[in-house]
């Protein structure tokens, strides 16, 4: 097959070209790839090995705008219509009719989401998110066109999403969740790495350590985490959050001492190095994702592929890959802080549960790799192919 991805960038340390990467180099040993972005990170391969991938440039205007966004999506839509293709996996908006969508994200259904939580009369939605719902004509044009040969959501809780709110068929949607990479997310030299960034926080050997993991802090629910740890009330529990971008470090400061001691978190920046957030996955005794709205959430699964438990709620896709009581916990009422306080002091207090739990996180990790997500997506298009033949 030949087949064109669309996608803004390409590279292994952020989430949608995350995928495109691992689709592209899964895909192209038996098939021929194109991918359409603005700028590639190939600097993992080997310099001997050849892939068959070809990179289409993408102009850009040199900063974030909707300019720019419309600029990818006119170029990229009228740049596939040019060339042959059996098939067109669209991953960011583009002005092509027909193609198959892959669905990382559907800011119609989050914002109705998170509104539905806060009890926002419709008024007080639009005022709070007017810029998001300005946008939906575009970034729900490949999602409502009905020439959309196919979707793909990366969770059920997405497909939940498209058929309420986007009014799509559900027989239309397949759901294909992330992977995970077992190479670089494993539970290998666990205690040294356990260790090291123990030395380097300045924590004790009896501390217990979450993980945060993210940007777009606020939505993925560090306040929440915050108000339960306030009712946990145990200063030998830690935070350490990892990705967080500047202006989320207002949001932090903010809370600390008015809802939680700041000696007890650790704000460590934005790691671009995917050791670096692995090791303090690795260290962690728990992760947490209590998400107001999260499509998957691809850390969840790293961080389960490195024998920690987790707690995620259940407005996350990857809740789908937990097994509640079994490899951690699902949140089924998010705004309830005793709940998640008390699923928190279950895992502190239970060694031999966190031991166990943290090992069937790892076996449901291992059901998810990125080669699972290869097969998967191939059969959707091999069965889209079949389809358009008959």
Request: glycine residues 6%.
């Given at each position: 097959m030949k087949i064109a991805m669309v996608s803004k960038f390409y590279n292994k340390y952020q989430g949608i070209p995350r995928v495109v990467a691992e689709l592209s180099e899964g895909l192209c040993e038996n098939h021929e790839i194109h991918v359409y972005g603005r700028d590639w990170d190939t600097s993992d391969w080997d310099e001997a090995e050849k892939k068959n991938i070809t990179f289409h440039k993408v102009p850009s205007l040199g900063k974030d705008s909707l300019w720019n966004e419309l600029l990818f999506f006119f170029y990229t839509g009228f740049a596939v219509r040019g060339c042959k293709y059996?098939?067109?996996?669209?991953?960011?908006?583009?002005?092509?009719?027909?193609?198959?969508?892959?669905?990382?994200?559907?800011?119609?259904?989050?914002?109705?989401?998170?509104?539905?939580?806060?009890?926002?009369?419709?008024?007080?939605?639009?005022?709070?998110?007017?810029?998001?719902?300005?946008?939906?004509?575009?970034?729900?044009?490949?999602?409502?066109?009905?020439?959309?040969?196919?979707?793909?959501?990366?969770?059920?809780?997405?497909?939940?999403?498209?058929?309420?709110?986007?009014?799509?068929?559900?027989?239309?949607?397949?759901?294909?969740?992330?992977?995970?990479?077992?190479?670089?997310?494993?539970?290998?030299?666990?205690?040294?790495?356990?260790?090291?960034?123990?030395?380097?926080?300045?924590?004790?050997?009896?501390?217990?350590?979450?993980?945060?993991?993210?940007?777009?802090?606020?939505?993925?629910?560090?306040?929440?985490?915050?108000?339960?740890?306030?009712?946990?009330?145990?200063?030998?529990?830690?935070?350490?959050?990892?990705?967080?971008?500047?202006?989320?470090?207002?949001?932090?400061?903010?809370?600390?001492?008015?809802?939680?001691?700041?000696?007890?978190?650790?704000?460590?920046?934005?790691?671009?190095?995917?050791?670096?957030?692995?090791?303090?996955?690795?260290?962690?005794?728990?992760?947490v994702l209590p998400a107001g709205y999260e499509p998957f959430g691809n850390v969840v699964l790293e961080a389960m592929a490195c024998h920690v438990p987790v707690i995620v709620s259940n407005k996350a896709g990857a809740a789908e890959v937990v097994e509640h009581g079994v490899n951690g916990f699902i949140l089924e009422a998010l705004l309830n802080h005793e709940e998640f306080a008390g699923h928190i002091n279950t895992i502190v207090n239970n060694p031999e549960l966190r031991k166990s739990m943290g090992q069937a996180a790892s076996k449901a990790a291992e059901k998810n790799t990125w080669k699972h997500v290869v097969d998967k997506t191939l059969d959707v298009f091999e069965e889209s192919i079949a389809v358009a033949s008959k």
């Open positions: 059996d098939i067109v996996n669209i991953h960011d908006v583009c002005f092509y009719f027909k193609g198959i969508f892959t669905c990382h994200s559907f800011a119609q259904g989050g914002l109705k989401t998170i509104a539905g939580l806060l009890n926002l009369p419709w008024y007080k939605e639009y005022y709070q998110f007017r810029g998001e719902i300005m946008r939906y004509p575009l970034t729900n044009f490949n999602i409502k066109r009905r020439k959309t040969k196919k979707i793909i959501a990366v969770s059920g809780f997405v497909k939940e999403l498209l058929v309420k709110h986007a009014k799509r068929k559900p027989e239309n949607i397949a759901v294909v969740h992330n992977g995970v990479d077992l190479e670089s997310f494993h539970p290998k030299d666990k205690e040294n790495i356990r260790a090291r960034v123990f030395e380097e926080l300045g924590l004790k050997n009896d501390d217990f350590l979450i993980s945060f993991v993210g940007h777009y802090i606020e939505r993925k629910g560090i306040g929440l985490l915050f108000a339960a740890l306030k009712l946990v009330n145990n200063p030998k529990i830690k935070v350490v959050i990892v990705g967080e971008k500047a202006e989320d470090v207002a949001s932090i400061n903010a809370m600390l001492d008015n809802v939680i001691p700041k000696e007890q978190v650790f704000s460590v920046g934005s790691k671009k190095n995917v050791e670096d957030v692995k090791n303090y996955m690795a260290a962690s005794d728990l992760f």
